[in-house]
């Protein structure tokens, strides 16, 4: 029987919020250009991202799937990152579309804005679904058969829209109060569907390699592909092991010089040693293997912080008072038909801009405050609802009451 390794790699980048203050409200409305040195650009970090990440990373990928016809991958690529890469570094750009030329990537669907949109519009998410689902075949020429929700959010109320909106599969945290006793080495199909199935992340596997890499203190390190390759080795019955992680993991989160570019160049190759060994996409891995059981999920997971639920994002009361109030806004906004004031309405819907809000403490808090831009959750805040407001100006000058 073989046994699948189902690399999977997100990649985003949001347009950050600058510092966009009351006095700015009502006379510009460039809420994403950084306006001076000491600010932060999405230019740069978009650049520095590239730099470190993306063109080493997909330099060794592209090697490695030359090199190992077996070898395959999944990503998914968000719009927001998609339309930085085409303004900023079509260098970038370029290595994504050269794997996905190899025939051996496939790109999963999400939303454009990288939102959680299912939770507030249903027809704002599947419009961001389906302008990601064009950008792609745009790009890259495919059209995605497998689907993820922004940041993994997950439910049952998902997998049945997935289903029937005709995917072959959806993608999920396996969280273990979920899962229970079952193993997320295995291909399931989600409660109250009919054709669609279920990957679910081996999320300890995973942050060997997204968060515990570089880590001096780690039991297990330094982590080598052949010592990963052995832990996989040794669970005899799994059909595939889903890693599913950011794609700034290489590079990024994990610098160079923690040794995780030697890692990816020889974990293909140390996997691929043991016969019945393999590497699938999440289409390939769905249609090799029959589900073993139905899960059943009620209540919403992801794959962020502790809790794995939406609280990263919906929290607190800074956080759901302004995703309510953006939401709030739809009906006028859309019936403008003002490209750019949607456009602007859509970028502020991404999610990030609710994760720097997030006022948790501990592992969980620093994490956070790792990603921001913003000093602290109230100042993600304040530049927010600023922004917000001015979209409530536009629709005024408009005669829009709002």
Known sequence: ???????????????????????????KHDYFDAQYEDQESNERILHKVAEKSYIPTNARLLELLERHPEFKISLSITGTVIEQLERWSPQALQSFKDLCATGQVEIVAETYHHSLAFFYSRAEFEMQVNMHKHKIQQVFGQTPQVFRNTELCYNNDVAYWADKAGYKGVLAEGWDPILNWRSPNYVYRPSYTNQIRLLMKNYKL?????????????????????????????????????????YETFGEHQWEESGIFGFLSHLPGDWLKTEGNTFMTVSEVIDANEPVDVVDVPETITWADTERDLSAWLGNGL?????????????????????????????????????????????????????????TPYEAYINFMNAYHDLKFRLSEKGVAV
């Open 1 to 27: 029987m073989s046994k699948a390794i189902v690399l999977y790699l997100h990649v985003h980048q949001p347009y950050r919020i600058r510092h966009y203050t009351m006095f700015d409200t009502a006379t």
């Open 206 to 246: 995973s942050d060997d390699i997204a968060f515990r890499f570089g880590n001096q203190e780690w039991s297990e390190w330094p982590l080598t592909a052949d010592k990963f390759a052995g832990w996989l080795n040794q669970e005899p019955n799994a059909t595939n092991f889903n890693l599913f992680m950011d």
């Open 319 to 375: 956080q759901t008072s302004s995703i309510g109030a953006l939401y709030g806004l739809q009906d006028d906004i859309i019936k403008t038909g003002d490209f750019n004031l949607i456009e602007d309405w859509r970028r502020l819907q991404t999610s990030d801009h609710f994760y720097y809000m997030c006022t948790k403490y501990f592992n969980d808090g620093d994490i956070h405050a790792y990603f921001s831009p913003y000093k």
